[in-house]
């Protein structure tokens, strides 16, 4: 049974490497090895490279000073940071929220075993981020302190059992999300405050770690006596990797124990809490007189709760709301400065200063992509606004919508802090105004056109339109690509056209490709969108 | 009210529908009745403009749905066998939601709301999210959404399923009071029950082609209309 269920659950995960949603066909062999390709890029060159450096930085003292173990710990604790905090939510999701969790319920299953191919989607999740930090870890230590055979078995148990730790506080976390939710009201944004909360501390340690570090590092003796004398489990941890055969068998069991213990927890309230409608009875209906809406009103309303009653949604595609105004307060507390050390880095050129300014405007703006998952997201209800008397376009416009008024506002307050420290002349403070705005335009004008032609209607759980669609992926990065695009160029030709003219030029180029892409939805776009 | 001329519809090389034609006039309840996969719900859907079709026509009030499809939804409503509606609102904000695109005035849409929301008991549950409704629920909701904005076409697929007797009693009186009022109402059906007691006229449908339609005794003469519907689909 479990085998059947795991089945469906990699075909979930892996559909979209082997199967266009949008021609409804089989991806080329080709086709899906450069998409693996691509991923493993990302994972293998990028995370793990990053993680290699570390690794060599802190490996080479630690074990020089005797102190392989305290090398152990301090990866490994990375390992269990990013593998954990990364998928909390895709565990209450992945867990509580896919829409055959009934159906598989009613059949002659048990939730044990539902539980467990559940988990395997979030096991191979947390497995994947420890990954990038583990391998390096251990690659590194053989190479730097050797290899014995050992060595090589009790560090992979390591591996393994860094994963199995991931997984446990990914359930226990999700199942605390969980918890929480069926409890509050409003508990959307609850959900995202927790997340943000959960996101910001994972930042701030990301940021402090090479301080800390290097802090350590230094004064390894010192704290390692520490370590020893008031943690010595920690100690012990690190010792598997340094091969030993009890601190290893001592870990193992105890990790299988609370393994056991938290498959035990979960599936003993995963049936109240999977099939739970938790607000029932909690509102009272009190008629009340409504103020009549546009149609472009009401699907922009629709549009808005959707994304308000979603956390999934509103953490993965709306981020840009936040640190907007986050970078405008950084700007007036820090901004003179910066920009001052930017221009002098760049030889006294403040232009460059100014253009990257511009840039950072623009790219944190690409963090909210709203529109592109929203078509994917009318899923099987789109039989709604196709049967209804409104224009496709309307729809789409909508959809549209939402994503430029909730990026406009963060951006222009961040514009105006921007302004305040920002000396410069008159042009210049109008294009640094108009540029980010149009560019706002452009880019909630790609999204929709991203999610018409890459569109999932079929999904059982919203991360997937959400999160794993194509729709989206492009969106973030195409988003980048488009700032790098505006961006690059200066460094080699500004110097020659001058910053007034080279934002003027941008903001006529993004102005047309705007116009372009509203064009294509208010024609193919909307009869593509009537055809879904 | 309603006119369809030989309507086809391919999906793939297979024929979903095969040169339809039917004719629904003002004051008509036609019942549309055909086993699973005979081709109703893609007629439905195309009627109310979801899908498009190969070849025929469909006309609404005189106007083409491929034409002025805009003119033709305002005078529809449409309700899926399976009411997948909007999760992430209430039932009052959905409600409030289609009589915006409609253009429903506040107060006729308030009162409606409160008449059709208690007649099917779901009023105490109106500011709920549809989430947490049943199908029952979610059906009688989208049967409330429908009613809204006094369409004079009603289309429905399966509408009586996940309904309680009460609640399928209230909506055959609705459907009847509709087109007592000069409205036609166009549904499929698995229940041949209700078609028989509820319907002027019927159209059986099978592997997309039409086999019989007519008033209900045209087409049953003086057999009941389980075994007309059965011998018709064995021969």
Request: glycine share 8%; net charge positive.
């Amino acid at each position: 049974m479990l085998k059947v269920l795991l089945k469906k659950q990699m075909a979930e995960v892996f559909r979209s490497y082997f199967y266009n949603r949008k021609t409804n066909k089989a991806r080329s062999k080709a086709n899906s090895i450069v998409l693996f390709i691509l991923f493993a890029f990302l994972m293998i060159v990028v995370l793990g490279g990053t993680f290699t450096a570390i690794a060599l930085g802190v490996c080479f003292g630690l074990t020089a000073a005797s102190m392989g173990w305290l090398y152990f710990v301090l990866m490994s604790g990375m390992a269990i940071v990013l593998g954990a905090f990364g998928s909390v939510f895709n565990t209450y999701s992945g867990l509580y929220l896919p829409k055959d969790n009934d159906l598989l319920l009613s059949m002659p299953i048990s939730v044990r075993t539902i539980i467990i191919s559940r988990l395997l989607n979030v096991y191979l999740l947390g497995t994947m981020y420890s990954g990038v930090v583990m391998l390096p870890t251990l690659i590194v230590y053989w190479i730097i302190a050797g290899a014995t055979v050992a060595n090589i078995i009790c560090d992979i148990i390591l591996f393994l059992i860094v994963t199995v730790i991931v997984l446990i506080l990914s359930c226990l976390l999700g199942w605390v999300v969980a918890k929480i939710s069926l409890k509050l009201k409003n508990k959307s944004f609850i959900v995202v405050l927790i997340a943000l909360g959960c996101i910001g501390g994972y930042y701030f340690v990301y940021f402090k770690a090479q301080v800390w570090i290097r802090e350590l590092v230094a004064n390894a003796a010192v704290y390692g006596a520490n370590i020893k004398d008031s943690a010595y489990g920690l100690y012990l941890f690190g010792r598997i990797g340094e091969g030993d055969p009890l601190a290893t068998a001592i870990f193992t069991v105890a990790t299988a124990i609370l393994l056991a213990l938290t498959l035990f927890v979960l599936s003993r309230g995963f049936v109240k809490i999977a099939t739970s409608t938790a607000s029932v009875g909690k509102t009272q209906y009190r008629e009340k007189k409504v103020k009549a809406k546009s149609a472009f009103g009401a699907l922009l309303t629709k549009e808005f709760a959707r994304f308000t009653s979603s956390p999934n949604y509103m953490l993965n595609n709306g981020l840009g709301i936040l640190l907007l105004p986050v970078l405008g307060i950084f700007l007036l507390i820090k901004g003179t400065d910066i920009m001052t050390a930017v221009g002098t880095a760049f030889g006294g050129r403040a232009d460059f200063a100014a253009l990257l300014l511009c840039a950072v405007l623009m790219l944190l703006s690409t963090m909210n992509d709203m529109a592109a998952p929203s078509v994917s997201l009318e899923g099987k209800s789109v039989w709604i606004p196709q049967s209804l008397p409104i224009e496709p376009q309307t729809v789409l416009k909508a959809k549209t919508a939402m994503q430029v008024i909730l990026t406009a506002i963060p951006i222009l307050f961040a514009v105006v802090c921007a302004e305040i420290v920002w000396q410069a002349t008159v042009a210049e403070k109008l294009l640094l105004c108009l540029l980010p705005l149009v560019f706002t335009v452009f880019s909630a004008l790609f999204g929709s056109f991203i999610g018409i032609r890459h569109p999932i209607m079929e999904w059982t759980t919203e991360i997937i339109p959400l999160k794993q669609s194509g729709a989206v992926t492009i969106a973030l990065f195409g988003g980048w690509g488009f700032v790098a695009l505006f961006a690059v160029p200066y460094f080699l030709i500004g110097q020659l056209i001058g910053l007034t003219p080279y934002l003027i030029v941008w903001t006529v180029i993004y102005t047309v490709a705007s116009a372009l892409l509203y064009h294509w939805l208010n024609t193919k776009g909307a009869k593509a969108f009537s055809r879904l | 009210m309603l006119r369809i001329k030989n309507l086809t519809k391919t999906y793939g090389n297979k024929k979903a529908v095969d040169d339809l034609s039917l004719h629904i006039q003002r004051g008509e309840i036609y019942g549309f009745i055909g086993h699973n996969g005979a081709g109703k719900t893609t007629t439905l859907k195309s009627v109310v403009g979801i899908l498009d079709f190969d070849e025929g026509e469909i006309l609404i009030d005189s106007k083409s749905i491929r034409k002025s499809p805009l003119e033709c939804k305002r005078l529809i409503a449409y309700i899926p066998d399976n009411p997948d509606l909007y999760d992430f609102m209430s039932g009052i904000k959905y409600l409030n939601f289609v009589s915006d695109i409609f253009g429903v005035a506040s107060d006729e849409r308030q009162e409606k709301i409160r008449k059709y929301a208690d007649a099917f008991e779901l009023t105490k549950d109106l500011a709920q999210p549809v989430s947490s409704y049943s199908h029952g629920m979610k059906q009688k909701l989208a049967v409330i959404s429908a009613w809204l904005h006094s369409p004079k076409l009603i289309v429905m697929d399966e509408p009586f399923v996940g309904l309680d007797p009460k609640a399928a009693f209230n909506l055959k009186e609705m459907m009847r009071e509709h087109c007592d009022k000069g409205g036609a109402i166009f549904f499929s059906t698995h229940v041949l029950e209700v078609a028989e007691k509820l319907c002027d006229k019927v159209a059986i449908i099978k592997q997309g082609k039409l086999i019989k339609s007519g008033t209900m005794e045209e087409v049953r003469g003086d057999e009941s209309l389980e075994e007309v519907f059965l011998e018709l689909e064995t021969e």
